[in-house]
């Protein structure tokens, strides 16, 4: 079983939807989460990141995290068709010390956005 | 600024050639990342660098050689390299490395392909 879990897609919304991103952990030391989006052929953009339960909201995007459920979210409302790209998320464990360069990705969900 | 620069974009090598990456960063930031990343994967780290020592190795081939000569600059030795290390090859900073709040901003990677 892979520490992260998170749906490939591909996930294709009309322009104005609003899309759910989900992924799923087992490793309960994970205490830090991210949502990172991908251009394609481009390196990943941070979007958001969040260290407690509940929700963060930024603009369009809004990151919501259980841990009592081991499942974090990433909603994008009104979605455009520059939403279009790869979104990761990441997790890093309160392992202290260097082991928190060590981030565990999920495997990413290709989004496509139509107008 | 939060730009990380990676040069070259593309590079094309023989099995037997000896290359270089190179990663660069002015947000004074004191830890960098050198990741690998197939199509349609997530990225998986390869090496960490804080405080210009290297604090991570994730058991990565010898014939790729990680060196730090400053808190700014990561490169990447490549030397006798297989088909199949032909991937995008990306660089992230982050602050210190050393605290669970650290955020990684990537570069845009360079694209090996290897003949």
């Known amino acids: 079983q892979k520490e992260v879990e998170q749906d490939p897609g591909p996930l294709s919304v009309p322009e104005g939807a609003i899309v759910s991103l989900n992924c799923t952990y087992s490793?309960?030391?994970?205490?830090?989460f991210m949502w990172y989006r991908q251009y394609s052929r481009k390196g990943p953009e941070l979007l958001m990141y969040?260290?407690?339960?509940g929700n963060k909201e930024d603009g369009r995007f809004t990151a919501q995290v259980d841990k009592s459920s081991k499942y974090i979210s990433l909603f994008i409302r009104d979605s455009q068709p520059s939403d279009s790209a790869t979104y990761l998320c990441?997790?890093?464990?309160?392992?202290?010390?260097?082991?928190?360069?060590?981030?565990?990705f999920g495997q990413g969900t290709i989004l496509t956005v139509h107008p | 600024d939060t730009e990380v620069t990676q040069t070259p974009k593309h590079l094309v090598m023989g099995m037997t050639n000896k290359k270089s990456l190179k990663c660069e960063q002015h947000?004074?930031?004191?830890?960098m990342y050198w990741y690998k990343q197939k199509a349609k994967k997530p990225p998986e780290l390869m090496f960490v660098?804080?405080?210009?020592?290297?604090?991570i190795n994730e058991s990565v081939p010898s014939r790729f050689s990680p060196e730090c000569p400053n808190s700014s600059l990561l490169n990447l030795h490549l030397h006798a390299l297989q088909p199949e290390d032909s991937a995008l090859y990306l660089c992230?900073?982050?602050?210190?490395?050393?605290?669970?709040?650290?955020?990684?901003?990537f570069g845009p990677g360079t694209r090996l392909t290897v003949l």
């Open positions: 992230a900073s982050s602050y210190s490395g050393l605290s669970p709040t650290d955020t990684q901003y």
């Open positions: 490793n309960s030391a994970f205490q830090y």
């Open positions: 947000m004074g930031h004191r830890a």
């Open positions: 990441a997790m890093s464990a309160n392992a202290g010390g260097t082991s928190y360069g060590k981030l565990t």
């Open positions: 660098y804080s405080y210009e020592k290297l604090s």
């Open positions: 969040t260290y407690s339960s």
